[in-house]
């Protein structure tokens, strides 16, 4: 079979109409997608980037979850410095009211009122877990929060000892309490348990504000990173709109032309008949 031969008019045309036609599909792709990079066909170099971008938004977007916790578990922590805090001052009172009791029930009560605050304690400070984690029942828990990729991006937040004991607070239990001596030795303890109480807030409350800060700092980051990806790749609808419409208005004028190479064709074949 002999190939059929076209005139050097329509094949331009039906060449003009086949790149108009993958322009259209091109731009009505962009429309529906809202994107005008779709793959590294489109454009390699700033696909490849607007990914780069992504994926660094998404670790630490990942990273941004660990930061929210860890405010969750140091929170707590602080929570139950405030508790213990309470119990103290409660204690204090009942010591200060011990010095003006003037019968022996009325210290015995005392003294049962003030042994019974002590063990809620220890009661606080067992119950202040978040996670599994808890980092004032002197267990030496360590909650190291990684803010990025880089392990040295982190910070290290230890546990302190508010328990009961030689080496947390400290308050003396189990004898009975008077107006002269032991009154004032509880008192002693108890103002040493407020200062150290009031240390150990200052030092989780400003680990709370530091990762509280980090969060907001990593929020506002992705936010920067994904804005910018989106920048590389998102589509302009409305350029793209107007865009189709003048590539359908081509195709049309295409198609007329063709048609016009095609009836002159044919009017030099009538005239040859």
């Known amino acids: 079979m002999a190939d059929i031969s076209l005139s050097a008019a329509v094949r331009s045309n039906l060449l003009t109409l086949a790149n108009t036609s993958d322009l ?15 793959g590294p066909a489109d454009d390699a ?9 992504n994926d660094r938004a998404s ?8 930061i929210d916790q860890a405010v969750s578990s140091v929170s707590v922590a602080l929570e139950a410095v405030n508790a213990v805090d309470s119990i103290v001052d409660q204690l204090k009172g009942i010591a200060i ?36 984690l808890n980092l004032v029942n002197a267990t030496g828990s360590t909650l190291t929060v990684y803010f990025s990729e880089s392990t040295s991006s982190q910070l290290t937040v230890a546990s302190v000892d ?3 004991g030689s080496l947390g607070l400290n308050i003396t239990t189990g004898a009975t309490l008077s107006a002269t001596s032991l009154n004032t ?25 530091l990762l509280q800060t980090r ?6 980051y992705v936010n920067e ?34 048609s016009f190479a095609g009836q002159a064709e044919q009017s030099v074949l009538s005239l040859l008949r």
């Open 24 to 38: 259209i599909n091109r731009t009505q792709d962009r429309l529906a997608t809202g994107l005008k990079v779709n």
């Open 45 to 53: 170099k700033i696909f490849f980037e607007a990914k780069a971008l």
């Open 59 to 66: 670790t630490l977007n990942e990273k941004k979850d660990g």
């Open 97 to 132: 009211s011990a010095q003006s009791a003037s019968t022996a029930a009325e210290f015995t009560e005392l003294n049962s009122q003030y042994n019974s605050l002590v063990t809620q304690i220890n009661n606080v400070t067992s119950d202040a877990s978040y996670q599994g």
């Open 162 to 164: 508010l328990t009961n």
């Open 185 to 209: 030795c509880a008192i002693n303890q108890l103002d040493a348990a407020v200062a150290t109480l009031s240390s150990k807030a200052k030092t989780l409350g400003s680990n709370v504000a």
């Open 215 to 220: 969060l907001d700092f990593n929020e506002s």
């Open 225 to 258: 990173l994904e804005t910018g990806a989106d920048k590389l790749r998102l589509a302009d609808t409305t350029e793209e709109g107007a865009n189709l419409v003048a590539l359908q208005t081509r195709q049309q004028l295409g198609i007329s032309a063709l």
